[in-house]
């Protein structure tokens, strides 16, 4: 059974959910449309049936566990040929066989069912009954069988703070982002698992949402400490907050979550994880793998776009290997 905790109205006085649920899906075709003919995401062809590169964070023994998250890109009528770039996704995750999977912006059902039909080596998990045609958040997990791992039902808690829904060209607040929380089990241990997207910072629309995003990350750790309390945690998603910012977010905010994986990548290439043609230059690493109460060893790389959504999405996936004393 899934759990969803809701957050409050975001229109005062309106007499039934039912209304609110009208206007939000009204809301959601308009901004949708709105987005769709502003012309703000390019319409190149995508590659299909790319050959999939060989793993490149292989697994020496037992001890290890390979995180993957990754930002997809998947907007129904927005961004370029979603049906043919996940197939790519699904083909490359196939190739690499990360044990858990943290994927963000899966914005239709019909997408995640998509994954699920091409990854049958996996369980996926998503949030529902969030008043949203979509996975609750745009948030999914995919767990590899053959790691052992056996996923919990996932509760997903969406963000209180978010941009105004009636900014609907900005889509954060008609989509109602947040966390989807699950535990995995494994004979006797476990492991809590955390997927979460963050407030986008649309500076080029001349906001800036440090604060949203700043009460976010808050909420944030006090839902990490409330559900997992004293256990370890996998935590990964796309943060929308980049290391050397002017908010100072990663310092503040971030960094207390626990440690973060993906330093040793970031320091060797001195990228970010937004390929070349993205609107926000590709100097900027927004997604990260963070763990809790785990002694481990990381290794970090990125699963590389050629270009803004191709072969994959407008997100470099982010990979890491935990090897140590993994429960």
């Given at each position: 059974?899934i759990?969803?905790?809701?957050?409050?109205?975001l229109?005062?006085?309106?007499?039934t959910?039912?209304?609110?649920?009208?206007?939000?899906?009204?809301?959601?075709v308009?901004?949708?449309?709105?987005?769709?003919?502003?012309?703000?995401?390019g319409?190149?062809a995508?590659p299909?049936?790319?050959?999939a590169?060989?793993?490149?964070?292989?697994?020496a023994?037992?001890?290890?566990?390979?995180?993957?998250?990754?930002?997809?890109?998947?907007?129904?009528l927005l961004?370029?040929s979603?049906?043919?770039r996940?197939?790519?996704?699904?083909?490359?995750?196939?190739?690499?066989?990360?044990?858990l999977?943290?994927?963000?912006?899966?914005?239709s059902?019909?997408?995640?069912?998509?994954?699920?039909?091409?990854?049958?080596?996996y369980?996926?998990?998503?949030?529902?009954?969030?008043?949203?045609?979509?996975?609750?958040?745009?948030?999914v997990?995919?767990?590899?069988?053959?790691?052992?791992?056996?996923?919990?039902?996932?509760?997903?808690?969406?963000?209180?703070?978010?941009?105004?829904?009636?900014?609907?060209?900005e889509?954060?607040?008609?989509?109602?982002?947040?966390?989807?929380l699950l535990?995995?089990?494994?004979g006797?241990?476990?492991?809590g698992?955390?997927?979460?997207?963050?407030?986008?910072?649309?500076?080029y629309?001349?906001?800036?949402?440090?604060?949203?995003r700043?009460?976010?990350l808050?909420?944030l750790?006090?839902?990490?400490?409330t559900?997992?309390?004293?256990?370890p945690?996998?935590?990964?998603?796309?943060?929308?907050t980049a290391?050397?910012?002017?908010?100072?977010l990663?310092?503040?905010?971030?960094?207390?979550l626990g440690?973060?994986?993906?330093?040793?990548?970031?320091a060797?290439?001195g990228c970010?994880?937004?390929?070349?043609?993205s609107?926000?230059?590709?100097?900027?690493?927004?997604?990260?793998?963070?763990?809790?109460?785990?002694a481990?060893h990381a290794?970090?790389?990125?699963?590389?776009?050629?270009?803004?959504?191709?072969?994959?999405?407008d997100?470099d996936?982010?990979?890491?290997?935990?090897?140590?004393?993994?429960?």
């Amino acid at each position: 059974m899934i759990h969803v905790r809701r957050a409050a109205p975001l229109v005062h006085g309106l007499a039934t959910a039912s209304r609110l649920a009208t206007l939000t899906v009204l809301a959601f075709v308009v901004g949708l449309a709105t987005l769709a003919l502003s012309g703000c995401a390019g319409r190149a062809a995508v590659p299909a049936g790319i050959p999939a590169q060989p793993p490149l964070l292989p697994c020496a023994n037992a001890a290890c566990l390979r995180v993957l998250t990754w930002n997809l890109h998947a907007i129904p009528l927005l961004s370029p040929s979603p049906p043919a770039r996940l197939r790519n996704v699904a083909a490359e995750i196939r190739a690499q066989q990360p044990d858990l999977v943290l994927l963000q912006e899966v914005w239709s059902h019909a997408y995640a069912s998509q994954l699920e039909r091409a990854l049958p080596e996996y369980r996926l998990v998503r949030g529902s009954g969030c008043t949203r045609p979509f996975p609750c958040g745009g948030l999914v997990v995919l767990v590899r069988h053959a790691s052992g791992w056996v996923a919990s039902a996932p509760t997903f808690v969406p963000y209180a703070a978010s941009a105004p829904w009636y900014r609907y060209r900005e889509w954060d607040g008609i989509v109602k982002k947040g966390v989807l929380l699950l535990t995995l089990a494994r004979g006797a241990a476990t492991l809590g698992v955390v997927d979460t997207h963050l407030q986008t910072e649309y500076a080029y629309l001349g906001r800036d949402y440090t604060e949203i995003r700043r009460e976010q990350l808050a909420a944030l750790g006090r839902l990490v400490h409330t559900k997992f309390a004293g256990r370890p945690v996998v935590l990964g998603g796309d943060f929308n907050t980049a290391p050397d910012e002017h908010s100072g977010l990663y310092a503040s905010q971030i960094a207390r979550l626990g440690e973060d994986r993906t330093v040793d990548e970031r320091a060797a290439c001195g990228c970010g994880t937004r390929p070349p043609g993205s609107y926000r230059a590709s100097s900027r690493w927004l997604d990260y793998v963070i763990t809790s109460r785990l002694a481990v060893h990381a290794t970090s790389t990125r699963i590389r776009n050629e270009w803004v959504d191709r072969p994959f999405s407008d997100h470099d996936g982010v990979l890491v290997r935990l090897e140590g004393q993994i429960p």
